[in-house]
T-cell receptor, first 111, second 112 residues
């Protein structure tokens, strides 16, 4: 199957800091998605990207669909305690099958 | 609006027992999916149903069967549970394959 490399695996930051994480793929995707998962819950969609080069914001979150269609990044500005969780990138090649997920970035905010 | 509902939320089985995980969505979505989530592995696709009446294998289908009972419901069955199937199982749905998927809150399954 397709490989999605998501980095970093974990981040330890101070409240108020900006955060950046990214995903790279071994092949081209038609759609990039970013999800957040809180403990004991399912992933919740944060941002969806559909075109190469697309830059989309959702509040303090900004994500971009790479020009090569093989990568995407997610930035979080001015982190707050409720940003803690696991962030997943996911890509879709096109077709009826499911998403390919990265292994997640654990975001931890230190007091 | 409940979205995607999974039952049960937790289950413990003995090796060799059978079990059906239930999933229902109330968003009139056409496509439904079953994933498993293991530590450090992300989510991996087990089976999917692109539309009512169709099912297809995903990345890790061995040991599982599925039934798309109607447009709302998509069940996952373990015929003879094995410890390697200990995982968190997520159901997801979407209106069409090119749209984002919406997830349930998962079923936490332990097999002893």
């Amino acid at each position: 199957g397709q490989q999605l490399n998501q980095s970093p695996q974990s981040m330890f930051i101070q409240e108020g800091e900006d955060v950046s994480m990214n995903c790279t793929s071994s092949s081209i995707f038609n759609t990039w998605l970013w999800y957040k998962q809180d403990p004991g819950e399912g992933p919740v969609l944060l941002i969806a990207l559909y075109k190469a080069g697309e830059l989309t914001s959702n509040g303090r979150l900004t994500a971009q669909f790479g020009i090569t269609r093989k990568d995407s990044f997610l930035n979080i500005s001015a982190s707050i305690p409720s940003d803690v969780g696991i962030y997943f990138c996911a890509g879709h090649e096109g077709g009826a099958d499911g998403l390919t997920f990265g292994k997640g970035t654990h975001l931890i905010i230190q007091p | 609006n409940a979205g995607v509902t999974q039952t049960p939320k937790f289950q413990v089985l003995k090796t060799g027992q059978s079990m059906t995980l239930q999933c229902a969505q109330d968003m009139n979505h056409n496509s439904m999916y079953w994933y498993r989530q293991d530590p450090g592995m992300g989510l991996r696709l087990i089976y999917y149903s692109a539309s009512e009446g169709t099912t297809d294998k995903g990345e890790v289908p061995n040991g599982y069967n599925v039934s798309r009972l109607n447009k709302r419901e998509f069940s996952l069955r373990l015929e003879s549970a094995a410890p390697s199937q200990t995982s968190v199982y997520f159901c997801a749905s979407t209106t069409s394959w090119d749209q984002p998927q919406h997830f349930g809150d998962g079923t936490r399954l332990s097999i002893l």
